[in-house]
């Protein structure tokens, strides 16, 4: 259990740092921002209570804030997709459930469920995201194709990640 906590409060630390040292400086004309900082979300075991899941995904948000000087986008985006993982995880359960143990990696559940399941909540943490920056829908087409660019640039580099660092 110990060892668990310190690899989660390592990784936190870690991908709030790189995305604000590394990602934070990767843009492609102002149109694909990746936030690779929500695998973090996205690879907390299925175990994790739901006030758990909520609290780390605002504190991940909040540090992100806190470099970006973006006033609670971030907090607020992460929160959501908290709030929405319990229901994607249980639309995309196996027949028998997930199995004690297992966490939602490519490794566990295979390519096109990791797809599915990573891609719709990515999608929501930029949606939100984008249009909570943007705040109005006069530029509604805009964001929205910045929403998916980003949102396929992030996936790409969380499904890279699961083969590079998250190995067996």
């Known amino acids: 259990m110990i060892k668990f906590l310190l690899n989660n409060i390592f990784s936190f630390v ?8 590394v990602f934070d400086h ?3 004309s102002g149109l694909i921002n990746p936030y690779f900082y ?7 075991p299925f175990e994790t ?35 929405l993982r319990p229901a994607v995880l249980k639309v995309f359960a196996p027949r028998d459930g997930y199995e004690p143990g ?16 990573s ?11 984008f249009y909570i920056e943007m705040f109005r829908f006069s ?11 980003s949102t396929m640039f992030t996936g790409f580099l969380v499904v890279i990640s699961q083969y590079f660092i998250f190995r067996r």
Do not use: E, N
Not at 14 to 21: A, F, G, S
Not at 119 to 129: M, Q
Not at 139 to 148: A, E, G, H, R, S
């Open 38 to 44: 929500v695998i973090f979300i996205l690879l907390l």
């Open 119 to 129: 891609l719709i909540l990515i999608l929501a943490h930029h949606f939100v995201l």
């Open 49 to 83: 209570p739901g006030w758990l899941l909520l609290l780390s995904s605002f504190f991940l948000g909040f540090f992100v804030d806190v470099f970006y000087h973006t006033l609670g986008m971030h907090s607020s985006a992460c929160t959501f997709i908290a709030f």
């Open 14 to 21: 870690l991908l709030v740092l790189l995305q604000v040292i």
């Open 26 to 28: 990767i843009q492609f």
């Open 102 to 117: 297992t966490l939602p990696r490519i490794h566990f559940f295979g390519l096109t469920w990791f797809l599915k399941y």
């Open 139 to 149: 530029d509604f087409f805009i964001t929205f194709f910045k929403v998916i660019l």
